[in-house]
């Protein structure tokens, strides 16, 4: 179960998806049983607009021992150029543990772009524990502004925030 990450989402659905590109609409389920008391599902489907095409898909794989996982994704492509993917995922484990992923890539239509990912887990040793990086990047001027928070029971809450030019060098970060 641990092998699997959140770009399964991407890796594998968004693939799948995409041959379903040349219709107007598209799906496909497909579920399975292991044998042991555990399976797995999928569902992908995809939509064409007169605008934009929507991919989505999901999928659940479970042992039947405790141990689970599910993972989604979906990709918005606008005829302007703007897109949105995002994908995340969820698992358990037997012994208790929770893990969460999520990320966020947006790009408009004249070329800014938001990247977002982070995550959340527990476990009985370390306790909760989260991380988030967000990346925002001015199309116009090239800059950018990369922040991250995260939080562990033994480190506690950290935070930082940095500005770069287009050429990589640091700025002063814009006040809001």
Same mark, same amino acid.
């Given at each position: 179960?641990?092998?699997?990450? =959140?770009?399964?989402? +991407?890796?594998?659905?968004?693939?799948?998806?995409?041959?379903?590109?040349? /219709?107007?609409?598209g799906?496909?389920?497909?579920? *399975?049983?292991?044998?042991?008391? $555990?399976? %797995?599902?999928?569902?992908?489907?995809?939509?064409?607009?007169?605008?934009? %095409? #929507?991919?989505?898909?999901r999928a659940?794989? /479970?042992? @039947?021992?405790?141990n689970?996982?599910a +993972?989604? $994704?979906?990709?918005?492509? @606008?005829?302007?150029?703007? =897109?949105?993917?995002?994908?995340?995922?969820? !698992?358990?484990?037997?012994?208790?543990?929770?893990?969460?992923e999520?990320?966020?890539?947006?790009?408009?239509?004249?070329?800014?772009? #938001?990247?977002?990912? @982070? $995550?959340?887990s527990? %476990?009985?040793e =370390?306790?909760?524990?989260?991380? *988030?990086?967000?990346?925002?990047?001015?199309?116009? &001027? $090239?800059?950018?502004?990369?922040? %991250? &928070?995260?939080?562990?029971?033994?480190?506690?809450?950290?935070r930082?925030?940095?500005?770069?030019d /287009? !050429?990589? /060098?640091?700025?002063?970060c814009p006040?809001?």
């Amino acid at each position: 179960m641990k092998s699997l990450s =959140s770009i399964f989402a +991407v890796v594998f659905v968004l693939p799948i998806a995409l041959a379903f590109a040349d /219709a107007q609409a598209g799906e496909r389920r497909v579920v *399975r049983a292991n044998g042991q008391g $555990g399976g %797995s599902a999928t569902l992908i489907e995809s939509h064409a607009g007169r605008h934009a %095409s #929507l991919w989505r898909g999901r999928a659940l794989v /479970a042992d @039947g021992q405790g141990n689970a996982r599910a +993972v989604r $994704g979906v990709s918005l492509q @606008g005829d302007d150029g703007g =897109s949105l993917e995002r994908h995340a995922s969820r !698992s358990r484990t037997d012994d208790g543990g929770r893990q969460v992923e999520r990320g966020l890539s947006v790009t408009g239509s004249q070329g800014s772009s #938001l990247q977002s990912g @982070g $995550g959340l887990s527990y %476990s009985a040793e =370390s306790g909760l524990s989260r991380n *988030r990086s967000t990346t925002v990047t001015d199309a116009t &001027t $090239g800059n950018s502004r990369q922040s %991250s &928070t995260g939080y562990s029971r033994d480190g506690g809450l950290s935070r930082s925030v940095a500005c770069q030019d /287009a !050429s990589g /060098a640091g700025i002063a970060c814009p006040s809001h």
